[in-house]
């Protein structure tokens, strides 16, 4: 290749996300004209709760102002209660644990799967206790993880499934969509999602009782009356039954919402399109390692994320960090988008271990992962709105980065001297 100048990934190619369209700007204006911006039984909200409940072939969704919010919801809709403790995996974003700690219970991390980076159902037995009332599977960057399993043990010891599903959108196990196989399915529609509303979660179930109870929490503990919601009639008693948040959403971002899930299957083909590429050019470079994805399932790939190994590079002594944040800084000049999306597993945070009780001892495979990977594609050009062109340009510049350690590691790519 020539000069790094000439040889940087033109900004012009990369594609902005959100993907913003006109049909996009009418929906959103078309709830300015009609004057209904929210309340229980908003038109916008409703027909998203209903067209989000087909797409992934569950009895009912309700409408939230976040993932999170949904999450806590489906924890409280099971009856968590104070001091109970909720399994989870050690790598994902706060969404997933902050909501048990709404609920004054106890996370219980287990450490990944070191291939689909996905919680490790071969860890969650050994975590168990007497106290534990459920386990929250996390489909981490669009992977589904292995419910089969999480399944078979919750089913073993008599525990709840809720699917967080906040970054897999689209994405399948054993053909059905995620989201529709655990007691409840859970969804974020934050901007950076592969379906965006700017802002908002969704909760699927079929468990009238489980609705009723989320549905308690979302609006201030009230039972909204069914005649408001079917007629639009606008009486309300206020009568508060349970505690509860204001967890309500709002119409413009449902409507934008509704009209991005028109294109939902066209970004997840687009985003396993462009990850194939990556794939088929990636899979044989020495010491890069691409995302595993098993064949009983498909992934939405909200991330590309890679492993890297400087002993497979024959630079054994350069630590695995070292060569990491050299290699993204190199890739972020040359203009290939790429980020680190967490550095440390959820235990590591001071939130916790100023609290004591999370040794880190348990969590070697979060760890080494978090050291040695790169998601591929920024949150703003994310890959599953990308051209070929692009993630062609990007997977040549990898490869070439990537052959050449001097160019990135400098003096640091130099073996240690032999001692005399």
């Known amino acids: 290749m020539g000069s790094p100048e000439a040889d940087r990934v033109p900004e012009g190619l990369k594609r902005r996300w959100p993907d913003i369209r006109s049909e996009d700007r009418a929906a959103v204006a078309a709830v300015l004209e009609r004057g209904v911006l929210g309340g229980v039984g908003a038109p916008e909200m409703t027909a998203l709760e209903t067209d989000w409940a087909a797409f992934v072939g569950r009895s009912e969704c309700l409408l939230f102002n976040s993932g999170t919010a949904a999450i806590h919801a489906a924890l409280y809709a099971i009856g968590i209660q104070p001091g109970d403790e909720v399994i989870t995996t050690a790598y994902t974003f706060a969404g997933t644990w902050q909501p048990i700690l709404h609920q004054a219970a106890v996370p219980v991390f287990v450490d990944i799967d070191p291939r689909t980076f996905d919680l490790d159902p071969a860890r969650i037995e050994e975590r168990i206790t007497p106290r534990t009332k459920a386990i929250i599977a996390v489909h981490i ?183 990491r944040d050299a290699l993204g800084q190199a890739l972020l000049t040359a203009g290939v988008g790429c980020e680190l999306w967490h550095s440390e597993p959820a235990p590591a945070f001071p939130i916790f271990q100023e609290r004591g009780g999370y040794d880190l001892a348990d969590y070697p495979e979060a760890i080494a992962m978090l050291d040695s990977s790169l998601v591929i594609c920024e949150a703003r050009y994310p890959i599953f709105l990308q051209s070929t062109e692009l993630i062609e340009r990007y997977a040549e510049t990898i490869r070439s980065v990537i052959a050449d350690p001097e160019r990135f590691l400098g003096p640091a790519a130099a073996p240690p001297p032999v001692p005399a």
């Open 141 to 323: 960057g669009g992977m589904p993880a292995d419910l089969d399993e999480i399944l078979a043990i919750a089913g073993r010891h008599g525990l709840d499934v809720i699917e967080d599903a906040c970054q897999a959108h689209g994405a399948t196990y054993h053909g059905r969509q995620v989201g529709s196989i655990g007691i409840i399915g859970c969804y974020s529609l934050n901007s950076s999602k592969i379906l965006s509303g700017g802002e908002g979660g969704l909760l699927v179930a079929d468990d009238p009782d489980i609705l009723a109870r989320a549905r308690r929490l979302r609006t201030f503990g009230e039972d909204i009356p069914e005649l408001a919601k079917l007629t639009g009639w606008n009486f309300r008693p206020y009568t508060g039954y349970s505690i509860g948040w204001n967890y309500r959403h709002q119409e413009m971002p449902a409507a934008l919402a509704r009209s991005q899930l028109r294109r939902l299957p066209q970004y997840v083909a687009t985003g396993q399109q462009n990850a194939s590429i990556l794939d088929e050019a990636l899979g044989g470079v020495p010491g890069l390692t691409p995302p595993y994805v098993p064949n009983d399932r498909t992934s939405s790939y909200y991330h590309y994320r890679v492993r890297l190994d400087p002993v497979a590079m024959g630079l054994g002594h350069v630590p695995p960090k070292v060569f």
